[in-house]
């Protein structure tokens, strides 16, 4: 079974500033795959990112990108230049290749001031 | 294709009543899961079908619980004699066969009185 931990509950961040959103995860297989969703307010879960184990290269879509360190087993997600509408509740989930179900984290409360 | 689309948005049941939930996958996504998410948390698996199958129950789907995906399309997911604790959101996703992401539905939100 896998387990994935956002021990960060909030952040803030200014309009247009970078902010990074921290997650650990821990599996026994060697085939998975991380993801992170993002759920605004009252709104359905969308896709933010996702990155394949196997791939050594950090994802990257437009203004967001990974950090991933798969001997540590962590996986951050930066958003540079931040907007008003990536507020919203972050969550980073992991889904093994055997396996597909995905297991999340608790989620990060992400406000952007204007 | 509007994406995975669920009903009812809200429900408000009384403590012991049963209710349904519907669950329109994206068309031709063969996998569909069922998650929960209380307040505050992240998702929690309950359970997911590949077409009419139910490979994987979680422990969290009590005897109270039951899903099912007739002819691999939409899906039901019934909670008999409803306890307080059952008050939640109850998320349904759907991938196609080789495809790693999920596609979520806005949720029907679940409250028991």
């Known amino acids: 079974a896998q387990t994935v931990t956002q021990s960060q509950p909030e952040m803030s961040v200014q309009e247009a500033e970078t902010v990074t959103l921290s997650c650990t995860y821990d599996t026994s297989e060697n085939n998975y795959y991380l993801f992170w969703y993002k759920q605004p307010p009252s709104r359905q879960m969308i896709l933010v990112i996702r990155q394949e184990a196997y791939k050594q290269q950090n994802a990257t879509e437009n203004r967001f990108s990974v950090n991933f360190q798969k001997a540590a087993k962590s996986f951050s997600l930066k958003i540079s230049d931040s907007q008003l509408g990536d507020t919203a509740m972050y969550f980073c989930a992991c889904r093994t290749g055997a396996n597909s179900k995905l297991t999340f984290g608790k989620g990060i409360t992400l406000s952007v001031r204007p | 294709d509007t994406g995975v689309s669920q009903n009812p948005r809200h429900k408000i049941t009384k403590r012991g009543q049963n209710v349904t939930f519907r669950c329109d996958p994206i068309s031709e996504h063969n996998r569909l899961y069922w998650y929960r998410q209380t307040l505050g948390q992240g998702p929690e698996f309950l359970t997911y079908?590949?077409?009419?199958?139910?490979?994987?129950k979680s422990r969290l789907l009590s005897d109270r619980f039951s899903a099912e995906r007739p002819k691999g399309s939409f899906s039901t997911l019934e909670i008999q004699r409803t306890e307080q604790g059952d008050s939640a959101m109850y998320l349904c996703a759907s991938s196609p066969q080789r495809n790693t992401e999920a596609f979520f539905g806005q949720g029907t939100r679940l409250t028991v009185v």
């Open positions: 079908f590949q077409n009419e199958a139910q490979l994987e």
